[in-house]
Antibody, heavy 117, light 107 residues
Framework: QVQLKESGPVLVQASETLSLTCAVSGFSLTDYGVFWVRQPPGKGLEWMGI???????DYNLALKSRLSINRDTSKNQVFLKMNSLQADDTAFYYC???????????WGQGVMVTVSS | EIVLTQSPTTMAASPGEKVTLSCRASSSLRYMHWYHQRSGTSPKLWIY???KLASGVPNRFSGSGSGTSFSLTINSMETEDAATYYCQQGSNYPPITFGAGTTLELK
């Protein structure tokens, strides 16, 4: 069945770089896009970016200068890197599978990342 | 960027009550999607392409709308329906945008 699972550090120092991995199973990264969405505790959902099935990427303009998304199709993994972290980057980070038209049909369990000063 | 405005922000409903949640878009959309989230869990796709129920969603839920006005309706509120519901536009992306959510509580 389709599964996505995020992993990475739960605590990151301010000004450092966050690196997260999304391991997927049950589908191919060359058939579906993978989105990253984050959610500060007690707040709403924010789209961060997407890596399309052809490997192209699009980013939230507000994060574009700090964010990169890549993948390793042979390992069924998608990677998120975001630099210059600040306190307001503290959030749950989710990877999700995307199908046209912009439907996020499967979500990972999420990983809570705290930025510490 | 398309802005989605959900209303109300919070509401409470009694078991058996009919509930309607609203989502208005700043520009006309072909579709709206809805997600359901309980505290401490990841969001789940609930309704897609405006009116199609995701797998496992009870048929007391329905979605409707067009253009800039969309809604999610629960025909008869049940205890398990208490959650936060987010609308999300998938007609014109990137960027994907979400509404701020409506928290539905049990009265």
């Amino acid at each position: 069945q389709v599964q996505l699972k995020e992993s990475g550090p739960v605590l990151v120092q301010a000004s450092e770089t966050l690196s997260l991995t999304c391991a997927v199973s049950g589908f191919s990264l060359t058939d579906y896009g993978v989105f990253w969405v984050r959610q500060p505790p007690g707040k709403g959902l924010e789209w961060m970016g997407i890596i399309w099935r052809n490997g192209n990427t699009d980013y939230n303009l507000a994060l574009k200068s700090r964010l990169s998304i890549n993948r390793d199709t042979s390992k069924n993994q998608v990677f998120l890197k975001m630099n210059s972290l600040q306190a307001d980057d503290t959030a749950f980070y989710y990877c999700t599978r995307g199908v046209y038209p912009g439907i996020l049909d499967y979500w990972g369990q999420g990983v809570m990342v705290t930025v510490s000063s | 960027e398309i802005v989605l405005t959900q209303s109300p922000t919070t509401m409470a409903a009694s078991p058996g009550e009919k509930v309607t949640l609203s989502c208005r878009a700043s520009s006309s959309l072909r579709y709206m999607h809805w997600y359901h989230q309980r505290s401490g869990t990841s969001p789940k796709l609930w309704i897609y392409e405006t009116s199609k129920l995701a797998s496992g969603v009870p048929n007391r839920f329905s979605g409707s709308g067009s253009g800039t006005s969309f809604s999610l309706t629960i025909n008869s509120m049940e205890t398990e329906d208490a959650a936060t519901y987010y609308c999300q536009q998938g007609s014109n992306y990137p960027p994907i945008t979400f509404g701020a959510g409506t928290t539905l509580e049990l009265k």
